[in-house]
């Protein structure tokens, strides 16, 4: 399964990372992290720290890489919601073209919508699925839409404003339609109630029958079933609109297609151009077993520079687990950075060997175990405006088990997160003591880094399935099991020995910051994402909750952690972190035998008992106090502007980075430059 980790940034005061040590020609004195800041929500940018150093030849590859990761972004919105791109496309065409007053509050709101409409590539919340509900009224938004000239309104297949006004404004503006992005309630059919388009009057039933249906209990090496198509009812039959050159998505791959053929006639050797062919022919016929293919020589890829990934991808947002987002990174290797991540996994088996999991569940062979820090370069698609700062590829447990995994930590996403948060006075707030708050301050960087190096590289390409158990059996509570099982991989072996003796952490003490901040943010400060009286419906929220309330739960009786009062606020007390290790490695243990065993039930039981509900006197106070900060609890990204230079017979000689375009202008020039999509697909 695809990871990804999202940084809970406020926790980061003061950090630094390898990107400071990286020679340049950016002036990290004077460069300007934030960028805008609007509801829930605050844009950042990121330096692209070493581009200037890479060869012509690596740099024109970015180039072309990035066009085609930016050629996606049309994709992923209608992936979320088939209203997405006309709603979007009508709010961006009041945005041009509205001349009446842009003073009034309406019309303030209305800015801040479209704002958060480009964070969540689409209507609903990027973090908590649940629809964004515009702060102007339905009449006001009628109105200014019929103010405007229609023709220079991009109203859909040449409908009248009233035709198009009739189809958005339910979605819109009914907090009834299409509540949820991605429904997870327990006894509802999770496939319709969910907004997403990968299905279309189809119940949830018949598209377990229908992907059940073409798996084989005896195939040792399965294609992903599902993963670059939307299933839909023709003439009552349900049958599959694949995502291809062709196909569903057609005009989008096509121009993704054109720019992969610029990278592969540039590619550093011929093996990364036969990555890239592998991919393009993936695009044009929509083979998953190309896609495998493709995965299986990427994954063996650890020599380039250059890295990438492009395509269908992630599965969260899908109720049942099985389409692929589509997304995009481009970026390229911190060669210094990376020294610790090749230590960790030149390590993997001993790592493995030492798991205090059942021994049925361990691999025998760890293979193709690859791990680097990286610089990211572009962000599109599901990446984009939020990214996550680690990934751990391919999914496919059977490529993981015969031909490993590729892990990344993204070093310069990280970086700009700490400088965006220095001196917020988050640690003051929310940690017991001095002691705490300075052991995070000593210690929080490495550690918080080596989690994410160990979640990565090693807990997410570790354990292993038991023959006949299927991947997707554990359904909507697959991704986070995944993620808590990737987790406590991380922390339990933080505290190891092992880590002081590979030169990782000067200090056997030092995985204390991470125990500490880890839970406090798993039991308390991760609730600042959710509104009052709702459940945690994120998968990594999720995660960090089952780990976070279950030990103060199993705890409890050797008082071993726990929440307590101090001057009428709660703050989290470990009382003995070396028992909060054993901890961690008996959840662990469970945790894995649910995912080797297939354990759907089980599985179910410890997310709902410890991961969904939340606390809401905790809930209330942390709110009032985070408030008080006047904290953004979530971070979206621009992304720098590169440009050819060529000579006067067209011949590239150069290309530039730059930094100085804003939220507003880069979402602007993303709908014109990159969006051929028709309105609804």
């Known amino acids: 399964m695809l990871t990804t980790i999202f940084l809970f940034a406020a926790c980061n005061e003061g950090k630094k990372t390898d990107t400071e040590t990286i020679a340049d020609d950016i002036d990290y004195t004077t460069f300007e992290y934030k960028v805008d800041r609007f509801a829930d929500i605050e844009i950042l940018r990121y330096p692209v720290s070493g581009f200037n150093s890479l060869s012509l030849q690596q740099k024109e590859l970015i180039y072309y890489l990035s066009q085609a990761a930016l050629e996606g972004r049309d994709i992923l919105w209608d992936q979320h919601n088939r209203y997405n791109l006309t709603i979007r496309r009508v709010c961006e065409?009041?945005?041009?073209?509205?001349?009446?007053?842009?003073?009034?509050?309406?019309?303030?709101?209305?800015?801040?919508?479209?704002?958060?409409?480009?964070?969540?590539?689409?209507?609903?919340?990027?973090?908590?699925?649940?629809?964004?509900?515009?702060?102007?009224?339905?009449?006001?938004?009628?109105?200014?839409?019929?103010?405007?000239?229609?023709?220079?309104?991009?109203?859909?297949?040449?409908?009248?404003?009233?035709?198009?006004?009739n189809e958005i404004i339910p979605v819109m503006f009914d907090p009834a339609v299409m509540p949820k992005r991605m429904s997870q309630a327990q006894g509802?059919?999770?496939?319709?109630?969910?907004?997403?388009?990968?299905?279309?009057?189809?119940?949830?039933?018949?598209?377990?029958?229908?992907?059940?249906?073409?798996?084989?209990?005896?195939?040792?090496?399965?294609?992903?079933?599902?993963?670059?198509?939307?299933?839909?009812?023709?003439?009552?039959?349900?049958?599959?609109?694949?995502?291809?050159?062709?196909g569903m998505y057609d005009k989008a791959i096509e121009r993704i297609i054109g720019w992969l053929e610029k990278a592969s006639a540039i590619a550093e050797s011929e093996q990364q151009k036969d990555i890239i062919d592998t991919l393009i022919e993936f695009y044009r016929s929509g083979s998953l077993q190309t896609f495998d293919d493709y995965s299986v020589k990427w994954v063996k890829d650890t020599d380039s520079r250059i890295d990438f990934i492009?395509?269908?991808?992630?599965?969260?947002?899908?109720?049942?687990?099985?389409?692929?987002?589509?997304?995009?990174?481009?970026?390229?290797?911190?060669?210094?950075?990376?020294?610790?991540?090749?230590?960790?996994?030149?390590?993997?088996?001993?790592?493995?060997?030492?798991?205090?999991?059942?021994?049925?569940?361990?691999?025998?062979?760890?293979?193709?175990?690859?791990?680097?820090?990286?610089?990211?370069?572009?962000?599109?698609?599901?990446?984009?405006?939020?990214?996550?700062?680690?990934?751990?590829l391919p999914n496919a447990d059977w490529i993981r088990r015969d031909h490993g995994s590729k892990s990344v930590t993204i070093?310069?996403?990280?970086?700009?997160?700490?400088?965006?948060?220095?001196?917020?006075?988050?640690?003051?707030?929310?940690?017991?003591?001095?002691?705490?708050?300075?052991?995070?301050?000593?210690?929080?960087?490495?550690?918080?880094?080596?989690?994410?190096?160990?979640?990565?590289?090693?807990g997410?390409?570790?354990?292993?399935?038991?023959?006949?158990?299927?991947?997707?059996?554990?359904?909507?509570?697959?991704?986070?099991?995944?993620?808590?099982?990737?987790?406590?991989?991380?922390?339990?072996?933080?505290?190891?020995?092992?880590?002081?003796?590979l030169g990782l952490v000067s200090d056997q003490d030092a995985y204390k910051a991470q125990y500490y901040s880890y839970i406090m943010n798993g039991a308390m400060t991760q609730l600042t994402r959710i509104q009052p009286g709702k459940d945690i419906e994120q998968a990594h929220m999720r995660n960090r909750a089952t780990i976070s309330n279950w030990v103060l739960e199993k705890g409890k009786e050797d008082n071993v952690v726990a929440l307590e009062k101090k001057d009428d606020k709660t703050y989290l007390v470990v009382n003995d972190y070396e028992k909060?290790?054993?901890?961690?490695?008996?959840?662990?243990?469970?945790?894995?035998?649910?995912?080797?065993?297939?354990?759907?039930?089980?599985?179910?039981?410890?997310?709902?008992?410890?991961?969904?509900?939340?606390n809401q006197d905790i809930h209330k106070e942390v709110l009032s106090r985070y408030e008080s900060l006047d904290i953004a609890p979530y971070k979206g990204f621009v992304n720098p502007v590169y440009k050819?230079?060529?000579?006067?017979?067209?011949?590239?000689?150069?290309?530039?980075?730059?930094?100085?375009?804003?939220?507003?202008?880069?979402?602007?020039?993303?709908?014109?430059q990159y969006s051929v999509l028709p309105l609804k697909n």
């Open 188 to 246: 509802s059919d999770i496939v319709q109630t969910s907004a997403v388009n990968f299905y279309e009057e189809v119940t949830q039933i018949e598209g377990e029958n229908f992907y059940n249906s073409m798996r084989d209990p005896n195939d040792n090496t399965p294609v992903s079933y599902g993963l670059n198509s939307k299933v839909i009812k023709e003439n009552g039959e349900v049958v599959e609109k694949v995502w291809k050159l062709g």
């Open 580 to 614: 909060l290790r054993v901890l961690f490695g008996e959840l662990l243990s469970e945790v894995q035998r649910i995912k080797s065993e297939g354990d759907f039930e089980a599985a179910k039981a410890l997310i709902e008992t410890y991961g969904v509900k939340v």
């Open 310 to 392: 492009n395509g269908f991808i992630e599965t969260y947002t899908d109720p049942m687990g099985l389409k692929g987002s589509w997304e995009s990174i481009v970026n390229f290797k911190s060669i210094e950075a990376s020294k610790r991540t090749s230590i960790i996994s030149d390590n993997a088996q001993w790592f493995e060997d030492n798991s205090p999991v059942d021994d049925r569940f361990k691999k025998e062979e760890v293979k193709g175990v690859s791990a680097k820090v990286i610089t990211v370069g572009i962000l599109g698609g599901d990446t984009y405006p939020a990214t996550p700062i680690g990934i751990n």
């Open 460 to 501: 997410h390409g570790s354990g292993k399935l038991l023959p006949g158990v299927s991947t997707d059996v554990l359904q909507a509570y697959g991704s986070p099991l995944e993620e808590t099982r990737a987790d406590l991989f991380a922390l339990y072996f933080l505290a190891d020995p092992k880590l002081v003796e």
């Open 93 to 165: 065409g009041l945005y041009e073209n509205y001349m009446g007053d842009k003073s009034s509050d309406d019309w303030k709101n209305f800015e801040t919508y479209l704002k958060q409409i480009w964070m969540a590539n689409g209507i609903h919340h990027h973090y908590s699925e649940d629809k964004i509900m515009p702060q102007f009224s339905q009449e006001y938004f009628t109105t200014i839409v019929k103010s405007v000239d229609p023709g220079r309104m991009p109203f859909r297949d040449g409908m009248a404003a009233d035709e198009t006004l």
């Open 644 to 672: 050819l230079v060529t000579d006067d017979n067209g011949n590239v000689v150069d290309v530039t980075v730059s930094y100085n375009e804003n939220y507003i202008d880069q979402q602007m020039r993303y709908s014109r």
């Open 411 to 458: 070093d310069n996403i990280t970086f700009a997160y700490d400088k965006a948060s220095e001196g917020n006075g988050f640690k003051e707030e929310f940690m017991c003591s001095d002691a705490e708050i300075e052991l995070s301050r000593k210690y929080g960087t490495v550690t918080d880094n080596l989690h994410t190096d160990l979640h990565e590289c090693l």
